[in-house]
């Protein structure tokens, strides 16, 4: 894994572009850095609607990570079944869930003393205006 000073805000980047090239559902990203014992630096947790939706949110994660961080996971977890996949990138730990699999194993609520962020698709915001 490549050390730059600023290389885990653009593998974080990459992770929430590929997520939300596919369309994860439910993005959060969980700040480990203030907790004792941490596995890791970053959760970013979402979820898919089907196994085909969760297996094209990971290769779309892969992609575009290797594009814009140069970066390949360590260790991939999960694709057999694509319940629950896990793509570990040492400082970031993505988690790509069915929906009822996330509801079930509810990392958020295990890790509720990190610092949680929900993500939004900057892409998909849609302002509307008043008109009077």
Request: glycine share 6%; net charge negative; with cysteine.
């Amino acid at each position: 894994m490549k050390k730059r000073s600023d290389g885990t805000e653009v593998l974080l980047k990459g992770v929430i572009k590929g997520i939300f090239e596919k369309k994860g559902l439910d993005v959060l990203k969980l700040d480990l850095r203030k907790l004792e014992n941490r596995i890791t630096d970053y959760f970013v947790i979402c979820h898919g609607t089907s196994v085909t939706q969760v297996d094209s949110i990971c290769f779309s994660v892969e992609e575009i990570v290797r594009k814009i961080a140069g970066e390949k996971p360590v260790h991939v977890e999960g694709l057999d079944n694509c319940f629950w996949v896990l793509l570990d990138y040492g400082d970031v730990v993505v988690h790509i869930f069915l929906k009822e699999y996330r509801d079930f194993y509810s990392l958020e609520s295990l890790w509720a003393d990190a610092g949680i962020e929900e993500m939004e698709d900057k892409k998909m915001k849609v302002k509307t205006y008043d008109r009077k």
